[in-house]
């Protein structure tokens, strides 16, 4: 072995952003309606799970926190990212309505633009 005992080194800081932009957007707003400026991504349609689908997007916006944390940002900004995941799941719950508010939230998007802003991307 080249002395690493099979481990892949982490990524370089821009390339992990990227990662988690690019996951944000899948989860929160890949997909766009038709002649509307209105977008959702795959947590519309893994929210209509009840309780089970809730708690996998909830793990993964809590994985883009860790990332944050990784990434050096300070508690302030952690906290408000859990923020933004809490608010996501607590109402996002809600059936029905929580999908639709999930739809509108954004918690993921919301919490790349904090990691954008704290490396001024």
Not at 14 to 34: E, Q
Not at 89 to 107: M, N, T, Y
């Amino acid at each position: 072995m080249d002395g690493t005992w099979g481990y892949i080194a982490a990524a370089d800081p821009i390339t992990r952003i990227a990662r988690l932009r690019r996951l944000a957007w899948l989860i929160d707003g890949a997909a766009r309606v038709p002649g509307t400026r209105f977008r959702f991504g795959l947590n519309s349609i893994i929210g209509l799970a009840p309780g089970a689908g809730d708690a996998v997007l909830s793990l993964i916006s809590l994985y883009i926190v860790y990332e944050a944390r990784r990434l050096g940002l300070p508690r302030n900004k952690l906290a408000r990212m859990l923020t933004n995941v809490g608010v996501e799941a607590a109402l996002g719950s809600v059936p029905v309505l929580g999908d639709l508010f999930d739809v509108a939230w954004k918690a993921n998007l919301r919490n790349i633009d904090i990691i954008d802003e704290h490396f001024r991307l």
